[in-house]
Nanobody, 123 residues
Framework: QVQLVESGGGLVQAGGSLRLSCAAS????????MGWFRQAPGKERDFVAT????????DYADSVKGRFTISRDNAKNTMYLVMNSLSPEDTAVYYC????????????????WGQGTQVTVSS
């Protein structure tokens, strides 16, 4: 079993930045891609970003491209999401996911999920 714990969420003003972390523990999934998703109230859980095991392959939702950066440190079993130029539209619960065979936008390709961390951007 793999446990994922997100941290780093909070309240920030529009234009500000946050860095989310996702710490993995339990059984190590070598060669596993990871991803970030987000869910706003009353909406579906949407893809944000994904990264390959070695970090060389990334993909971003169009809405965050150029503002968000995904990375990972396998030695620390941790994935990150640096979010810049935040806007109220970025307000959501952010979830990390793991267990995909390759970087993908498809939610069902991920096996393990964290509990989520709230990000609120005020205008």
């Amino acid at each position: 079993q793999v446990q994922l714990v997100e941290s780093g969420g909070g309240l920030v003003q529009a234009g500000g930045s946050l860095r989310l972390s996702c710490a993995a523990s339990g059984r190590t999934l070598r060669n596993s891609a990871m991803g970030w998703f987000r869910q706003a109230p009353g909406k579906e859980r949407d893809f944000v970003a994904t990264i390959s095991w070695r970090g060389g392959d990334t993909d971003y939702a169009d809405s965050v491209k150029g503002r968000f950066t995904i990375s990972r440190d396998n030695a620390k079993n941790t994935m990150y999401l640096v979010m810049n130029s935040l806007s109220p539209e970025d307000t959501a619960v952010y979830y990390c996911a793991s267990g995909a065979a390759r970087p993908t936008r498809t939610r069902s390709s991920y096996i393990y999920w964290g509990q989520g961390t709230q990000v609120t951007v005020s205008s």
